[in-house]
């Protein structure tokens, strides 16, 4: 394949954006090159600027869980564009797509919408500190929710990606009230609360961790944050801006039986657009401005063009009953990858939950952010080359997920193992694992 047009583009656009790209982890920097430039894409496959055609496991980082340019979502936005981009006033759609949150999260009795993820986890924690009055949030090695100062600490995903260990421009007094412990050590957290747990707001937690590759959560692991969040009078908050509505109609709390205090939900409630929300019980929600006393704001908060969107993609998971069939296809993928490395003599572990998952490229099994950073960087990008090679798109990084969405058939996934057969072996010989 040839990717003049792309290079080209990307070397205009470094002299006009940091790095060339508008969010760190496209910079591709760390599979050694440079990124795509994507001129479409409908349903399972994107097309660069060169013309290459690509099966896309990214699908936009998750939220394109319908696949790209599905027709009742274009449909929606066009028909909400005609009527104008945005008001600063309410709308229906608004009350729609709250009214349609509250129905299919369990723990959500109010919600409120914003226009980004890093917005829903930056509310939520200004929330629980507001609610309870205390200062300290407990959050967890790896586990990424936004840019926000307070957040940025041990987290993964892009900093993972380029070996940034937390960021400068966050002042100490900030990052001196956030605990950052390893995921699924329960035994760590106990320890924590029974120090400090008079002093915790809140503790928040990807219920999937998805921002370090894939990890699942162990037997006991979100039942245990619950009892000492009772138990010390803090609040659960649980970030699912990639698990919600993914993994199931009312998210990973549905699949695990938790019910958070709060809950930060984004991608798929934007269809492809800009989004965010938080919500959570009645009694705490009631503390927002103008109701009560705790402030945050947006001027393009509830956009009617990604609510409308959203709007359109929720209706769809809820009235077609997709979810069997994502997880089949995941299930199927997962398999094909583990057996594909498995004959070609590569040591992987591979993890999935629901239509997400990852293959890590280590021998170890993967239960934390220390675990998962075990992984063979170098062999993931020799990977992610020969699987681009072969005309399918993968995350430029090992410490993302896959994601599968409902335009992906059964030719994309055997064309994909086939094309993982190769790139495996070629793992091999150059890697020599």
Known sequence: MAW??????????????????????????????????????????????????????????????????????????????????????????ELRMARMVVEMVPSIEMVRMVSSGTEATMSAVRLARGFTGRKKIIKFNGCYHGHVDSLLVRS?????????????????????????????????????????????????????????????????????????????GALLIFDEVITGFRLAPGGAQ?????????????????GGLPVGAYGGRRDIMARMAPEGDVYQAGTLSGNPLAMSAGLAVLQVLRDEGLYEGLDSKAGYFSRGMAQA??????????TRVGSIGCAFFTDRMVRDFETAQSSDTQAYAVFFQEMLKRGVYLAPSQFEAFFISAAHTAEDLDRTMEAARHAFERVKELRGM
């Open 4 to 93: 003049e047009g792309s290079k080209k583009f990307y070397e205009e656009a470094c002299e006009v954006i940091p790095g060339g790209v508008n969010s760190p982890v496209r910079s591709a920097r760390a599979v050694g090159s440079t990124p795509l430039f994507i001129k479409e894409a409908r349903g399972s496959r994107i097309v660069d600027v060169d013309g290459n055609s690509y099966i896309d496991y990214v699908a936009s980082w998750g939220p394109l869980i319908l696949g790209h340019a599905h027709p009742r979502v274009v449909e929606a936005v066009k028909s909400a564009a005609e009527r104008g981009t945005s008001y600063g006033i309410p709308t229906e759609v």
């Open 341 to 350: 490395a498995e004959a070609a003599g590569v040591k992987v572990f591979q």
């Open 156 to 232: 993964g995903s892009g900093l993972a990606t380029l070996g940034i260990p937390g960021s400068p421009g966050i002042p100490d007094e900030v990052a001196q009230h956030t605990i950052s412990i390893p995921y699924n050590n329960l035994g760590a957290v106990r320890e924590v609360m029974e120090a400090t747990g008079r002093e915790v707001a809140a503790i928040i937690v990807e219920p999937v961790a998805a921002n370090m590759g894939v990890v699942v959560p162990e037997d006991g692991f979100l039942a245990g944050l619950r009892e000492l969040c009772t138990q010390y």
């Open 254 to 270: 549905q699949v695990y039986g938790i019910m958070p205090d709060l809950t930060c939900l984004g991608k798929i409630i934007g």
